[in-house]
């Protein structure tokens, strides 16, 4: 069931009222039958195959957790571990490594274009990263089977996460709570926020990129650079508008989610990118991948090695195709790339007496970080890495600034004024609803604030984002619009 249905808008009230209805012992089988539900509706057969994980993970845990001996253990740990990587890769990697080995050895073997179950990537991860925990510390291990397939299976994060840790989710379950006016308020916040950047930023924006990436022969260079930074704008407001609805529809249970965005598109530099972008995963890979494999504390050169590493695999990870490899190498050498000239950069801005806190200074350095998010963006849209390679020679190769050109590159993306305007103006909101959800106390609906500002103002600005995102998401219907989260299909 995606958030951006008819379906939801009907199965989260009901779900929500329910829940405070029923006496708490019954919410856990509640939540649970509602979780599976919604992960069935869109995934009928495949909701035993997470439900399979779920079960696998919770008996590798308890085994681990009775500390009968370190082989069991370890060859618990080792079972989840290959059992959940090995579903991952049977659904997710197949076709990919049978066309590899037919375009090395030109063999014929035929592709076996299994479906790929919605979230499996996910909910992989946050299972693993339960066993694993509980390796490192048995007494983590949770007895009660309803309250882990709980943790597996909460449908505000189940699909496309934030990946939640199972200490920072596991216990919410478990404490009982009372309806809560703020979590009402803010929880109805973030679902306003996350449905405008869904409908009136991430469609919108991506009619265009559609329109660049599927006449790639009559858009020049200018355009795909434009399409870059659409793209960019198109997969941080999908991606993280879905991550708003799921803490803003778990708030309204009373249950706190990780935050899994901190305004990358405001970023000053690869590294601090990095840690804005899919919090919830990078922190994954740097407790489970980065820091097992030495990371900084073992050289400059091994450093840069696990860099790259933990880079290709995220590549992996988003995608059974080279064009996502290259995508994490490209990302990684720049990251590399980033900490070798740091020390030398910093130098420069000494001896010409730059202050690098400066916002002019800031705001090109992220301008430049923008361009560069831009350039992987193609790696992300194209098919194969001819095509990539194809776009990246327009964008490289005798780019032209001129009157003609932007004319032309606007008329490639399908793109005139009017629209031009209309996405400033949601890059304007964006911003606007940023600090409406996690701004500082002087934000306009801070607690703080309250005094300060009249409640009619509030209530405007609600009714403003409401009739945004209805009126956008019915012009949206009658054209481009996305039926799909695009991390659905990671």
Request: charge should be positive; include cysteine; hydrophobic fraction near 50%.
């Amino acid at each position: 069931m995606g958030f951006n249905t008819v379906a939801f808008l009907v199965f989260l009230p009901v779900t929500v009222l329910v829940y405070w209805l029923v006496p708490f012992r019954i919410k856990k089988y509640w939540l649970l039958a509602m979780s599976i539900l919604f992960y069935a509706w869109g995934e009928p057969v495949y909701v035993f195959l997470m439900l399979f994980s779920a079960t696998l993970d919770y008996f590798c845990g308890r085994i681990i957790g009775a500390r009968i001996s370190p082989a069991a253990s370890k060859a618990a740990l080792l079972a989840s571990v290959i059992v959940n990587l090995g579903l991952l890769g049977i659904f997710k990697y197949t076709d990919f490594i049978i066309s590899t080995i037919n375009g090395v050895f030109q063999t014929a073997i035929p592709l076996q274009h299994l479906p790929l179950p919605i979230g499996i990537s996910f909910y992989t991860f946050q299972t693993m990263s339960y066993t694993i925990d509980v390796y490192r510390n048995p007494e983590k291990a949770e007895k009660n089977f309803i309250y882990y397939a709980l943790y597996v299976s909460f449908f505000p994060q189940l699909v496309a996460g934030p990946i939640e840790r199972a200490s920072s989710l596991l216990h919410q379950f478990m404490e009982e709570k009372k309806a809560n006016a703020d979590d009402f308020r803010q929880g109805f916040r973030l679902l306003l926020y996350g449905f405008f950047k869904k409908v009136c930023l991430a469609d919108f924006a991506g009619s265009f990129v559609n329109a660049a990436f599927g006449d790639i022969a009559h858009v020049n260079g200018l355009g795909f650079w434009l399409a870059g930074l659409l793209f960019t704008v198109q997969i941080y407001c999908d991606f993280s508008g879905y991550s708003d609805i799921a803490t803003g529809s778990a708030r309204l249970l009373g249950i706190r989610l990780t935050k899994n965005f901190n305004r990358p598109l405001s970023a000053t530099s690869f590294r601090d990118y990095g840690r804005r972008w899919h919090i919830s995963l990078s922190t994954w890979f740097m407790e489970y991948v980065y820091i097992p494999l030495g990371g900084s504390r073992k050289g400059k050169v091994r450093k840069y090695i696990t860099n790259m590493v933990v880079f290709l695999l995220s590549g992996l990870w988003h995608g059974a195709n080279w064009t996502f490899v290259a995508w994490g190498a490209f990302i990684g050498t720049c990251t590399i790339v980033e900490d070798l000239i740091r020390p030398h950069y910093h130098k420069v801005c000494d001896f010409l007496h730059i202050d690098n806190s400066n916002s002019f200074v800031l705001l090109l350095r992220n301008i430049f970080i923008l361009l560069l998010v831009g350039i992987t963006s193609i790696f992300f849209s194209a098919q194969t890495i001819a095509e990539a390679g194809t776009i990246l020679g327009k964008m490289f190769g005798g780019l032209s600034l001129s009157v003609s050109s932007f004319s032309a590159a606007f008329a490639g993306l399908g793109m005139n004024m009017p629209y031009l305007l209309q996405m400033l103006l949601s890059l304007f909101l964006l911003d606007r609803g940023y600090r409406m959800c996690w701004g500082r106390d002087d934000a306009l609906f801070s607690p703080a604030a309250a005094d300060r500002r009249s409640a009619a103002l509030r209530f405007e600005t609600y009714l403003f984002f409401i009739l945004a995102i209805a009126i956008l998401w019915l012009m949206a219907a009658s054209g481009n619009i996305q039926s799909q989260f695009i991390y659905f299909q990671f």
